[in-house]
Nanobody
């Protein structure tokens, strides 16, 4: 049984930082591309950042220079460090496993507001 469990969301002021974590089980984690997506109210889910099995990364233009994705294969965990947060970053953040997002977590809410 595959499980992806996100944590680390919350309420933060503009300019603040959060680090999201996604712990995976039931898959050979090191063999999967991992992605972080987000979905804001009334908007489509979008890819925020992705990391390959070789730790190559890609980012949405809107978060480049502010967000950093990383992975720890020993802990079966992928991270998303989010700095200089903006109100428009408010969304539910999901992690996924696989290039075609075969598996999804339940999501964690990130709210950026003063």
């Amino acid at each position: 049984q595959v499980q992806l469990v996100e944590s680390g969301g919350g309420l933060v002021q503009p300019g603040g930082s959060l680090r999201l974590s996604c712990a995976a089980s039931g898959i050979t984690f090191s063999g999967y591309y991992m992605g972080w997506y987000r979905q804001a109210p009334g908007k489509q889910r979008e890819l925020v950042a992705g990391i390959t099995t070789g730790s190559n990364t890609n980012y949405a233009d809107s978060v480049k220079g502010r967000f950093t994705i990383s992975r720890d294969n020993a802990k079966n965990t992928v991270y998303l460090q989010m700095n200089s947060l903006k109100p428009e970053d408010t969304a539910v953040y999901y992690c996924s496993a696989g290039r075609v997002a075969s598996y999804w977590g339940q999501g964690t809410q990130v709210t950026v507001s003063s």
